[in-house]
């Protein structure tokens, strides 16, 4: 402002503003003018997404890769019922022709607008003054939530697998698969992997690591075995609970009939894609069993977040997980992941519960999916959530390019390959290939894979835009013993509607309505659809799917 921008300067405002020493502030290990700046900017969104904010025709910004305030104009949306400063009555903006021939603004009081002008900046330097006389006490809280989320994570210990062939035959490469498997595990942005090389007796690493370095919400060791044999490779594998000896999952893989190093590599993307699920629900499960009051906002993230294999199917519930991630960012305002989760929750709730389908709470999600990408970008699971966002509010373009990256960063991430199957296709006929490579998928997982139920749905939800609603029910069928949710439950309700089963509709329905009272196929048929679809070819009939259940349902409430 007014030429002085280059004195501010992130030190000269450690030390002129927060009071901290010249001779020994580091802003490398001092982050107090980054998360403070850092919380206006997020404040000022805020404000400018809120009726007032949008009603106002200035606009203040502070940029990043600085801290020097901008002010400009911004359109009117919705007045406001009443301002502290009318800046706007004396700078009424006429318009002028440029040389160019463009419409630029023109102030009718210059002078005054300068003096609104200052009023606001000084009044947005007096907000960050009293934010900042709160602020040595709070960031030294983020800071140590920052310091313990950096501790915090699923420990895991990868034994070196044993080679089981017997002597005298050809053996497999155990060492080089264990070394594989490290690495893949590490994509995984909530595991904290570590590698033993001296045999099984190195599982006191994981408790000897939790004494020294901090708090464990829960710790595993993943054990195991490669066989060659004539006909191929088998590998088993064990996950163990390092606390209670309890084995929580355990599988076994077979690869027949190729090159030896081509069958280890399809098993190892096997196990990389079965474990993601498997070790969420059991380190969730752990950390459930204790009290949430004094969680840490890592805690309160896990047991927050969606995990395939768990969960309550009520409306309650997710609004109990929702107000979990709220606490997490209480705890740490930059914690990108659980920003993640509440873009998730909030977008999930408006399309399954009409009441929670409000601009205010989908401006909400964007600032939260926003946040989640500036400071969780690397993690491939807040990107999911992020991803799932873009879906659910009609961005089906940028939903699909983020599914694609997070596929690229972590190859095994499953639920991000189911969504990467379907979601291009959604509203329209999908290829005959895709359904095909969609009942593959189906074939290769293991009977009680947790993530099986996402894989089912989304290719349900193909068969629909396929036309093919039998087969679709027949997913339904399948479904109804794995997972239960309002979007699934609708669109089977939907179809047997379409099939001329009604009475089975009815019956399905109306008792979820315990449990989900808002739920609206009217709501699904007018706005969830056309916000998904974006005029896409089956938009019309996705709508008279609904809009026929939608009147079923009406019919039985009135006899």
Not at 252 to 266: C, I, L, N, S
Not at 291 to 308: C, G, I, N, S, Y
Not at 337 to 361: C, Q
Not at 457 to 469: K, L, N, P, R
């Amino acid at each position: 402002m007014l030429g002085l921008e280059d004195r501010l300067k992130g030190y000269s405002i450690a030390v002129d503003v927060f009071g901290r020493d010249p001779d020994t502030f580091d802003s490398s290990t001092d982050s107090i003018v980054r998360v403070q700046v850092g919380r206006l900017r997020s404040n000022l969104d805020a404000y400018y997404r809120s009726p007032e904010g949008r009603a106002s025709t200035l606009r203040i910004d502070v940029p990043k890769g600085g801290y020097a305030a901008t002010f400009s104009a911004q359109e009117s949306i919705a007045p406001v019922a009443s301002r502290a400063v009318d800046c706007d009555s004396h700078a009424e903006a006429a318009s002028l022709e440029n040389s160019q021939g463009q419409y630029v603004p023109q102030l009718r009081y210059p002078l005054a607008w300068l003096i609104c002008v200052f009023v606001l900046a000084g009044t947005v330097f007096m907000l960050s003054h009293v934010l900042d006389q709160r602020d040595d006490h709070e960031s030294d809280m983020l800071n140590a939530a920052q310091a313990q989320r950096g501790q915090e994570g699923i420990a895991i210990l990868v034994v070196p697998f044993a080679d089981l062939t017997p002597e005298g035959e050809r053996r497999g490469d155990a060492t080089g698969f264990t070394q594989d498997l490290v690495a893949s595990l590490s994509r995984i942005g909530e595991l904290r992997v570590w590698s033993a090389d001296t045999g099984p007796d190195s599982e006191d690493l994981v408790e000897t690591d939790r004494l020294q370095s901090g708090y464990r919400p829960a710790s595993f060791r993943l054990e195991g075995g490669l066989r060659r044999h004539d006909e191929g490779v088998r590998a088993t594998i064990r996950l163990v609970d390092v606390n209670t000896g309890e084995t929580v999952w355990s599988d076994t893989y077979d690869r027949d009939g190729g090159e030896v190093m081509a069958m280890q590599d399809e098993i190892l993307d096997a196990i990389a894609m079965d474990i993601r699920p498997q070790i969420y629900v059991a380190a969730r499960r752990d950390i459930e069993n204790r009290a949430t009051e004094d969680a840490t906002a890592w805690e309160l993230f896990l047991q927050a977040t969606f995990v395939p294999g768990s969960g309550v199917d009520t409306r309650v519930w997710e609004l109990e997980r929702l107000a979990l991630a709220r606490r997490a960012i209480e705890l740490d305002p930059t914690f990108g992941e659980a920003h993640s989760v509440i873009a998730d929750k909030l977008t999930y709730l408006a399309m399954v519960d009409p009441p929670s389908d409000t601009p205010e709470r989908l401006a909400e999600a964007e600032f939260h999916a926003q946040q989640a990408q500036e400071q969780a970008r690397s993690n491939p699971d807040a990107m999911f959530n992020v991803a799932l966002f873009y879906y659910r509010t009609g961005q089906l373009d940028r939903a699909v390019s983020l599914m694609d990256r997070i596929v690229s960063i972590d190859p095994n991430h499953v639920l991000a390959r189911f969504e990467l199957l379907a979601m291009p296709h959604i509203c329209q006929k999908p290829p005959p290939d895709t359904l095909d490579e969609a009942r593959a998928l189906d074939l290769s997982l293991p009977a009680d894979h947790p993530a099986r139920w996402v894989l089912l749905s989304e290719t349900a939800t193909m068969q629909i835009d396929a036309g093919h609603f039998g087969e679709a029910l027949k997913l339904h069928q399948r479904l109804e013993t794995m997972v239960s949710n309002p979007l699934i439950r609708m669109q089977h309700a939907a179809l047997l509607v379409r099939l001329g089963r009604w009475d089975e509709a009815v019956s399905m329905l109306e008792p979820y309505r315990e449990t989900w009272p808002n739920l609206d196929a009217g709501h699904t048929a007018n706005t969830v659809i056309p916000r998904l679809c974006q005029g896409r070819a089956n938009q019309d009939m996705l709508q008279g799917l609904y809009r026929d259940l939608d009147r079923v349902l009406k019919t039985a409430g009135q006899e």
